[in-house]
């Protein structure tokens, strides 16, 4: 069954550090994965999407990920943390061959201190 | 450009209504898929349409529906409503249905079932 884990509930960061932000996945074949941010009362925005190629994905607001085929992991990262990145991210993967679905990941809660 | 309108934002409905929910895609999106976000069970999969056919559904009892109206306007329908139907609704569009193709999201309705 394809899945995906975020393994942390919360991540708490200073303002101005680094951040990383896990995301592992399950899926037969090669995977399509995403990164959306929810923020409060809001809808999810996407933000980055890796398909093929590159594994070093860059996106909006300074945030980039790493696929790692081998370690089936797709973690967000972004080099500055800013209060305004305070959020809920979401990882979401789809398998070729199945449905156009998203299966998304539980989330992880950003809170960047300042 | 606008993005994904959803009606109405916030609805309060009682045990055994019945509620319409109401989805606009970007101009040209022809492909609408719906969620729904709960905290205890995250982000589910409804439905997803493409040009008025429903081509995947998730696994929710028959009391949820949806179409999809020519314009791509979408609507889903929850029957005999209730509590635990509480939830965001998320519809989401996509400019075509491929697999490496971001949805975008709205910004949801939020269903009370009281």
């Known amino acids: 069954a394809q899945s995906v884990a975020q393994p942390e509930d919360q991540v708490n960061v200073a303002e101005g550090n680094p951040l990383t932000v896990k995301c592992t996945y399950s899926?037969?074949?090669?995977?399509?994965l995403f990164w959306y941010v929810q923020y409060p009362n809001r809808g999810l925005q996407f933000l980055l999407k890796?398909?093929?190629?590159?594994?070093l994905v860059k996106g909006s607001y300074g945030f980039e990920a790493e696929f790692n085929k081998s370690q089936t992991s797709f973690h967000l990262k972004k080099p500055s943390a800013l209060v305004s990145d305070s959020a809920l991210y979401f990882c979401?993967?789809?398998?070729?061959?199945?449905?156009?679905?998203?299966?998304f990941g539980t989330g992880t809660r950003l809170k960047v201190l300042a | 450009k606008a993005g994904v309108t959803q009606t109405p934002r916030y609805l309060i409905k009682t045990r055994g209504q019945q509620v319409t929910l109401s989805c606009s895609p970007i101009?040209?999106?022809?492909?609408v898929s719906w969620y729904q976000q709960t905290p205890g069970q995250g982000l589910q999969f409804l439905f997803e349409?493409?040009?008025?056919?429903?081509?995947n559904k998730g696994n929710f009892p028959g009391r949820f529906s949806g179409r999809q109206f020519s314009n791509s306007r979408s609507e889903m329908n929850v029957s005999t409503l209730e509590l635990g139907d509480s939830a965001l609704y998320l519809c989401?569009?996509?400019?075509?249905?491929?697999?490496?193709?971001?949805?975008?999201f709205g910004q949801g309705t939020r269903l009370t079932v009281v």
């Open positions: 890796y398909i093929t190629g590159d594994n």
């Open positions: 349409y493409f040009s008025e056919t429903q081509r």
């Open positions: 899926v037969s074949g090669n995977p399509y």
């Open positions: 979401a993967v789809r398998a070729p061959g199945g449905t156009y679905k998203y299966i």
């Open positions: 101009s040209g999106h022809r492909s």
């Open positions: 989401a569009s996509s400019s075509s249905q491929g697999y490496g193709t971001e949805a975008f």
